[in-house]
């Protein structure tokens, strides 16, 4: 009981260090698609843009209001996709919202993760689930756009 | 605080308050406005009802019903009493305080009160449950919606009154869920009937902290809950004029709001039964009725006097805080005890977690008020309120657990 409403293992170094210097934070012109998700429980927002370069994402752009743990997931997401295919990212994104949704259960992948598995202790606060999902929620929706944008180009073409 | 009110006496008739949480520390509940917590003595009515006179009540005839009907109608005679209706039979029984807005709402419309070119009144300050059931009636009848909007202090901005001869509608908060203010809701429901409105007043959370008349208000239509005047949730209250609501089609149809039934159509009962279709919140009126009689017993004075003492001591503690701003009145005049903050630098979400691995619960986010949070420019606040229960030991457990929450995130 003590131990699972630790909030140390909630707010890890790696999520504040996230939080306080957010990594690609802002919303940087062009894009192929956008996406204006909340979280409607608590208000929080995020404007998202995926900007692709063929099948790889070249930059997630982005303006969010929210919490520390919305921050810093914003800001992992934007290190963990930018530079891979948007496979891959989705890849990463399944890998990510098990983690979130595992209770605790889940061991996370470093390799796959990275700095996303500073997040495990998140999946012990059932309240705070979303606040972490917020952004890779938008961005699922942004990419599959994106994705579904350039395929309309492709046949029209 | 006043000599007759003993908090720590009144502190005993809640089990809950005793509780340890994650790793024994004493809960500091300051989330009343959200839902009270509730005294042994109503657990207890509840808990006799079920387990002694269970029974559908109005349509059985056996000794059970007799004796649910009667314990039904007797909460429903408390309540009449306890807010000054003229006859009990103003007093109609909904699920909760948003389900008596939307009823007023839905038959007004019916009733053809409001078209194209009348205007409905509400504020910029109202939770969302005055606000969308509004929304929703303008759409259905083509009328238009207008608002008092919000003075930099947390008032209602009563010098840019929208109030008009166009206006068919005011409905107003009493008091606020989210800036704590007390509005001049007898000014308001004078102006509304100087223009021949109907006027509807909030009264979620004035019944369970200030002394309310609904006479002496003479609004046309007056809605609260139970849940958190320390009775049990699944019952709220509509107060409507009988002479009006006689006047008025029904809500919902179904079992115990007809007169009688044909295959080709039905005629319906006087109120409040007109208004109460299907089984009613049975065991809910019994423990409404042991709440207020607990509130009367206390004396609403008193409890009123002693939310107004604390939240003067927690707005002058709080105000100590470095980076902390109240967002609403500042002074504890027309207050009522809920205030809501930002701290520099900490998202609310995060300042209600810190809180909370204090022992501390408090709620964070936009606390079904957005558009009020928007007239500060905030999207959340993070929000204490307080109760007949609260003491200054837990506004000095809240300032201290802020001051950690500071110190945690560097602001």
């Given at each position: 009981m003590?131990e699972?409403?630790?909030?140390?293992?909630?707010?890890?170094?790696?999520?504040?260090?996230?939080?306080?210097?957010?990594?690609?934070?802002?919303?940087?012109?062009?894009?192929?698609?956008?996406?204006?998700?909340?979280?409607?429980?608590c208000?929080?927002?995020?404007?998202?843009r995926v900007?692709l370069?063929?099948?790889?994402v070249?930059?997630?752009?982005?303006?969010?209001?929210?919490?520390?743990?919305?921050?810093?997931?914003?800001?992992?997401?934007?290190?963990?996709?930018?530079?891979?295919?948007?496979?891959?990212?989705?890849?990463?994104?399944d890998?990510?919202?098990?983690?979130?949704?595992?209770?605790?259960?889940?061991?996370?992948?470093e390799?796959?993760?990275e700095?996303?598995?500073?997040?495990?202790?998140?999946?012990?606060?059932?309240?705070?689930?979303?606040?972490?999902?917020l952004?890779?929620?938008?961005f699922?929706?942004?990419?599959?756009?994106?994705?579904?944008?350039?395929?309309?180009?492709k046949?029209?073409? | 605080?006043?000599?007759?009110?003993?908090v720590?006496?009144?502190?005993?008739?809640?089990?809950?308050l005793?509780?340890?949480?994650?790793?024994?520390?004493?809960?500091?509940?300051?989330?009343?406005?959200?839902t009270?917590?509730?005294?042994?003595?109503?657990?207890?009515a509840?808990?006799?009802?079920?387990?002694?006179?269970?029974?559908n009540?109005?349509?059985?005839?056996?000794?059970?019903?007799?004796?649910?009907?009667?314990?039904?109608?007797?909460g429903?005679?408390?309540?009449?009493?306890?807010?000054?209706?003229?006859?009990?039979?103003?007093?109609?029984?909904?699920k909760?305080?948003?389900?008596?807005?939307?009823?007023?709402?839905?038959?007004l419309?019916?009733?053809?009160?409001?078209?194209?070119?009348?205007?409905?009144?509400?504020?910029?300050?109202?939770?969302?449950?005055?606000?969308?059931?509004?929304?929703?009636?303008?759409?259905?009848?083509?009328?238009?919606?207008?608002?008092?909007?919000?003075?930099?202090?947390?008032?209602?901005?009563?010098?840019?009154?929208?109030?008009?001869?166009?206006?068919?509608?005011?409905?107003?908060?009493?008091?606020?869920n989210?800036?704590?203010?007390?509005?001049?809701?007898?000014?308001?429901?004078?102006?509304?009937?100087?223009v021949?409105?109907?006027?509807?007043?909030?009264?979620?959370?004035?019944?369970?902290?200030?002394?309310?008349?609904?006479?002496?208000?003479?609004?046309d239509?007056?809605?609260?809950?139970?849940?958190?005047?320390?009775?049990?949730?699944?019952?709220?209250?509509?107060?409507?004029r009988?002479?009006?609501l006689?006047?008025?089609?029904?809500?919902?149809?179904?079992?115990?709001?007809?007169?009688?039934?044909?295959?080709?159509?039905?005629?319906?009962?006087?109120?409040?039964?007109?208004?109460e279709?299907?089984?009613?919140?049975?065991?809910?009126?019994?423990?409404?009725?042991?709440?207020?009689?607990?509130?009367?017993a206390?004396g609403?004075?008193?409890?009123a006097?002693?939310?107004q003492?604390?939240t003067?001591y927690?707005?002058?503690?709080?105000?100590?805080?470095d980076?902390?701003?109240?967002?609403?009145?500042?002074?504890?005049v027309?207050?009522?005890?809920?205030?809501s903050?930002?701290l520099e630098?900490?998202?609310?979400?995060?300042?209600?977690?810190l809180?909370?691995?204090?022992?501390?619960?408090?709620r964070?986010?936009?606390?079904?008020?957005?558009?009020?949070?928007?007239?500060?420019?905030?999207?959340?606040?993070?929000?204490a309120?307080?109760?007949?229960?609260?003491?200054?030991?837990?506004?000095?457990?809240?300032?201290?657990?802020?001051?950690?929450?500071?110190k945690?995130?560097g602001?």
């Amino acid at each position: 009981m003590t131990e699972a409403m630790n909030v140390d293992s909630l707010y890890q170094e790696i999520i504040l260090d996230h939080y306080k210097r957010p990594h690609g934070a802002g919303l940087r012109d062009g894009g192929d698609a956008e996406v204006h998700h909340v979280n409607p429980t608590c208000g929080d927002e995020i404007t998202l843009r995926v900007h692709l370069d063929g099948d790889v994402v070249r930059d997630v752009s982005y303006d969010a209001q929210g919490c520390s743990i919305s921050q810093a997931s914003a800001s992992v997401l934007n290190d963990l996709v930018v530079g891979h295919t948007v496979a891959e990212g989705f890849t990463t994104l399944d890998a990510f919202q098990e983690l979130m949704q595992g209770k605790g259960h889940v061991e996370p992948d470093e390799d796959v993760l990275e700095d996303g598995i500073a997040f495990a202790g998140v999946a012990q606060f059932p309240a705070r689930v979303k606040c972490a999902l917020l952004s890779w929620m938008a961005f699922k929706d942004a990419a599959t756009q994106a994705t579904g944008a350039q395929a309309a180009g492709k046949d029209g073409s | 605080m006043t000599s007759t009110y003993d908090v720590a006496r009144v502190r005993e008739d809640f089990p809950i308050l005793q509780r340890r949480l994650a790793g024994d520390l004493p809960l500091v509940y300051l989330d009343s406005a959200n839902t009270s917590q509730k005294p042994r003595q109503v657990v207890d009515a509840i808990d006799a009802h079920y387990l002694a006179h269970n029974a559908n009540v109005a349509r059985a005839m056996h000794q059970l019903g007799a004796e649910a009907s009667e314990a039904f109608e007797l909460g429903r005679t408390k309540v009449a009493g306890f807010i000054g209706a003229s006859r009990r039979e103003e007093v109609v029984f909904t699920k909760n305080a948003s389900e008596a807005i939307n009823l007023v709402a839905r038959v007004l419309g019916d009733a053809g009160a409001v078209g194209p070119g009348d205007e409905i009144v509400i504020s910029q300050m109202e939770h969302h449950s005055n606000i969308v059931p509004w929304q929703l009636l303008a759409e259905r009848t083509g009328a238009t919606l207008r608002w008092f909007g919000v003075t930099p202090e947390g008032r209602l901005d009563l010098e840019n009154d929208p109030i008009t001869e166009r206006t068919k509608i005011v409905a107003v908060t009493w008091v606020s869920n989210m800036l704590g203010t007390i509005n001049p809701v007898a000014d308001i429901v004078a102006r509304a009937k100087a223009v021949g409105a109907y006027s509807l007043i909030d009264a979620s959370q004035a019944v369970p902290q200030i002394p309310v008349d609904v006479t002496a208000l003479g609004a046309d239509f007056v809605a609260f809950t139970g849940h958190k005047m320390v009775g049990p949730t699944g019952i709220g209250v509509l107060h409507g004029r009988y002479d009006l609501l006689a006047s008025l089609p029904p809500f919902l149809g179904g079992g115990e709001m007809i007169e009688t039934v044909t295959m080709e159509g039905s005629t319906f009962a006087p109120p409040p039964a007109r208004f109460e279709a299907g089984t009613p919140p049975i065991a809910q009126s019994v423990g409404l009725g042991a709440a207020v009689d607990y509130l009367s017993a206390l004396g609403m004075e008193n409890v009123a006097a002693h939310e107004q003492a604390i939240t003067a001591y927690a707005l002058e503690r709080l105000v100590e805080i470095d980076g902390l701003t109240v967002v609403g009145p500042k002074e504890p005049v027309d207050r009522g005890g809920a205030i809501s903050f930002t701290l520099e630098g900490v998202h609310p979400h995060d300042v209600a977690q810190l809180l909370d691995s204090k022992g501390v619960a408090v709620r964070a986010g936009h606390h079904c008020a957005k558009p009020a949070h928007a007239c500060f420019g905030v999207q959340s606040t993070t929000r204490a309120s307080f109760y007949l229960y609260t003491t200054e030991a837990e506004i000095d457990a809240l300032v201290e657990a802020i001051w950690h929450t500071k110190k945690y995130f560097g602001a």
